[in-house]
């Protein structure tokens, strides 16, 4: 399973883009990228997730380098309710398994 | 998104007992489910993945007759920690996957298991 590499921890200011970023230098070419967060004593939330190309939804935007060994986790506007660790996961389908790393802990600040 | 609920939130126990965990999956039929365990400051760790009707598979390291995994039935999954001691304590989350495929996990609200 490919490994991933975060800080461990960042601050951001309220309504300021907080940007996360992501090593997975061993990825292979069917594995994804998943972002998930946990916010304290609660299971994970899904955020977003991609393969190669950049992705956006309601929450976050997913850059992925063009050799897809790194990525960041883009949260437009962060509010204190974004305060939590982020989790950036490489999931294959083959062996169907979410391996979660050490994660950033993200604080967000007003 | 879907839903996956646990029970109990939380649960405390005497040592030597065994503490049953359930996870269900609301509004979907999850072909597979995963147990993690969680202690304080630190990441999950995978402890097994379950298919409905068939045996979990273990992570290395993990005691197959100390967690019991259940999964019968498409919507429900359990965890029996038998013979908990207090190192046993921890944050035990499951989660659910409508699929083998390329499908996001849906994650329980967790359970924390103490034991005194």
């Known amino acids: 399973d490919a490994k991933t590499t975060q800080p461990t921890s960042m601050d951001c200011a309220e309504g300021r883009a907080a940007n996360l970023p992501c090593n997975h230098s061993?990825?292979?070419?069917?594995?994804?990228v998943y972002w998930y967060r946990q916010i304290h004593s609660q299971g994970p939330q899904y955020i977003i997730h991609?393969?190669?190309n950049n992705e956006t939804n309601e929450m976050a935007s997913l850059i992925i380098t063009e050799d897809r060994k790194s990525s960041t986790l883009i949260l437009p506007h962060a509010t204190l309710r974004d305060t939590a660790v982020y989790y950036c996961i490489v999931y294959s389908s083959g062996t169907y398994k979410y391996i979660f790393g050490t994660g950033t802990r993200l604080k967000v600040l007003a | 998104g879907a839903v996956v609920s646990q029970h109990p939130s939380w649960v405390i126990c005497k040592s030597g007992t065994s503490v049953k965990i359930e996870c269900r999956s609301l509004?979907?039929?999850?072909?597979?489910m995963f147990w993690y365990r969680q202690f304080p400051k630190q990441s999950l760790m995978l402890m097994a993945t379950?298919?409905?009707?068939?045996?979990?598979?273990?992570e290395q390291g993990v005691e197959k007759d100390k967690f019991l995994i259940n999964h019968a039935s498409l919507t429900l999954s359990t965890l029996t920690v038998t013979s908990a001691h207090p190192e046993d304590s921890s944050f035990y989350i499951c989660?659910?996957?409508?699929?083998?495929?390329?499908?996001?996990?849906?994650f329980g609200q967790g359970t924390r298991l103490t034991v005194v």
């Open positions: 989660s659910a996957s409508p699929g083998t495929g390329l499908f996001e996990a849906f």
């Open positions: 379950s298919n409905e009707g068939s045996k979990a598979t273990y």
């Open positions: 061993t990825i292979s070419g069917n594995e994804y």
């Open positions: 509004d979907f039929q999850a072909t597979t």
């Open positions: 991609g393969l190669k």
